[in-house]
């Protein structure tokens, strides 16, 4: 199985900040990564897909980047609305896997 | 609009049965490949199973046969049966429908809670 390790497991920033969280692949994926951001009592909301390209809706402030088995998810400018925990997950080949997430905090 | 609604979940004693139900609606489960992911505090978030819309299934290894992922084209719902739970099982499980032809997933359920606990 593919093993997904994100650091770091929590941030603690400020409105206005540019977060940077990161996920490596246990191997390579190509650009077969996906990001959710999860909000307590709400299911996963798609972010990002195949590394960098944004689902539609989301906000322009969220980008991503990467290949092979390092990859970045970057809020440019942190909302009030983004304190959230973000997940990333592998695309490549099943299992399936998500990493352990990232929680961000005010 | 496309709405994922899962219902099934419950208090189960160790050995039981369960099936969950997870029905659509804003488009059709037939067209598109969909997905069972649960939750725990724990273990975080987990593939269970997928179902392409061809009606071929996948599962999770560690599932070993006990469950079995299926749906009812005329009943837009997808189901998730499960025997022989476990302790381990106890988790919010969420249906989700994959982007098309990939392997990431756009939308998602609310979830439904699922005790497995004597």
């Known amino acids: 199985d593919i093993q997904m390790t994100q650091s770091p497991s929590s941030v603690s920033a400020s409105v206005g900040d540019r977060v940077t969280i990161t996920c490596r692949a246990s191997?390579?994926?190509?650009?077969?990564l996906a990001w959710y951001q999860q909000k307590p009592g709400t299911a996963p909301n798609l972010l990002i897909y195949e590394a960098s390209s944004l689902q539609d809706g989301v906000p322009s402030r969220f980008s991503g980047s990467g290949s092979g088995r390092d990859f970045t998810l970057t809020i440019s400018s942190l909302q009030p609305e983004d304190f959230a925990t973000y997940y990333c997950q592998q695309a490549d080949s099943f299992p399936l896997t998500f990493g352990g997430g990232t929680k961000v905090e005010i | 609009e496309v709405q994922l609604v899962e219902t099934g979940g419950g208090l189960i004693q160790p050995g039981g049965s369960l099936r969950l139900s997870c029905a659509a609606s804003g488009f059709s489960v037939s067209d598109n490949d969909m997905t069972w992911v649960r939750q725990t505090p724990g273990k975080g978030l987990e593939w269970v199973s997928l179902?392409?819309?061809?009606?071929?299934?996948k599962y999770a290894d560690s599932l070993k046969g006990r469950f079995t992922i299926s749906r009812d084209d005329s009943k837009n719902t997808l189901y998730l049966e499960m025997n022989g739970l476990r302790a381990e099982d106890t988790a919010l499980y969420y249906c989700a429908r994959h982007q098309v032809g990939k392997h990431q997933f756009d939308y998602w359920g609310q979830g439904t809670l699922v005790t497995v606990s004597s």
């Open positions: 179902l392409y819309r061809r009606g071929t299934p």
């Open positions: 191997q390579g994926i190509y650009s077969w």
